[in-house]
């Protein structure tokens, strides 16, 4: 028989202190990340001069990838280059933008583009390898919607250059240049301003390699108001919008384009 004797607390005390006790280490705390650096701040926008518009900028890289790859994918015959305002007619005008299909059209436009980025795109491949028939041109508006110091005759000059690198390009083709479209409310001054570009760059049509074709009044009701069902920010079309400028544009596109 087991005999047991009870242990005065002294005792317990003395044999727990002879006995190592172990205890599990917590994994030690990574070191504080360093505080998070303040993001830049934001680049103040260049002033714009003279030169601005008229010295090739390179904008989106990527576009232009896509570009040089629809060159490789065959004939281009009808050539479209410009901002935003060309960019979305294959998307949001879909219908009036299939009926350029028998031309074998491509749509070398990119949103946000001023003359100087588009002078960067054909002077760095976007006009290499192809010969269209026609090529349709309409730039100029983000040169003054994006820059309260720009002159419309700085725009009208990057216009000028544009045209000026194309022909030297493209020995063949023909180039419709379009009036810029009105953008906001009669006698703003974007309104205006373009306008003022508009009378510039007519003065660079000769009636044979390059013709100049301003639809403008196509998008205005009698006050000279855009209609909200035809560019519903006054600046961009919408699918009517699109069929208004395939209408007004085609009687002398087909006629290059025989």
Do not use: C
Not at 12 to 25: E, G, K, M
Not at 48 to 75: C, M, N, W
Not at 112 to 128: P, Y
Not at 146 to 168: F, Q
């Amino acid at each position: 028989m087991i005999r047991i004797v009870p242990l005065s607390i002294t005792t317990v005390l003395a044999i727990l202190s002879l006995t190592p006790v172990t205890y599990a280490q917590s994994p030690a705390a990574p070191p504080a990340a360093p505080p998070a650096a303040s993001p830049p701040a934001a680049k103040a926008q260049q002033q714009r001069t003279a030169e601005s518009a008229v010295t090739p900028a390179v904008k989106d890289r990527h576009r232009h990838d896509q570009f040089l790859y629809r060159i490789k994918q065959g004939e281009v015959g009808l050539l479209f280059l410009g901002d935003s305002i060309t960019d979305a007619w294959p998307r949001t005008g879909e219908w009036s933008w299939l009926k350029f299909a028998p031309y074998k059209p491509a749509d070398f436009g990119i949103s946000g583009d001023r003359t100087e980025h588009l002078l960067w795109r054909i002077t760095n491949g976007e006009l290499d390898g192809i010969s269209p028939k026609v090529t349709v041109v309409m730039i100029g508006t983000n040169n003054i919607g994006h820059s309260s110091d720009e002159k419309p005759e700085w725009a009208a000059a990057g216009v000028k250059k544009v045209l000026e690198t194309i022909h030297a390009k493209l020995l063949q083709t023909k180039v419709l240049l379009l009036g810029v479209f009105p953008r906001s409310t009669p006698g703003s001054p974007h309104r205006v301003a373009v306008e003022e570009i508009n009378k510039l760059i007519a003065l660079y049509a000769d009636g044979e390699k390059t013709r100049y074709l301003d639809i403008s009044k196509s998008f205005l009701d009698p006050s000279g108001n855009i209609p909200d069902d035809v560019m519903p920010d006054k600046l961009h079309p919408n699918a009517k919008g699109y069929d208004i400028w395939y209408e007004a544009m085609n009687p002398v596109l087909s006629e290059m384009l025989k």
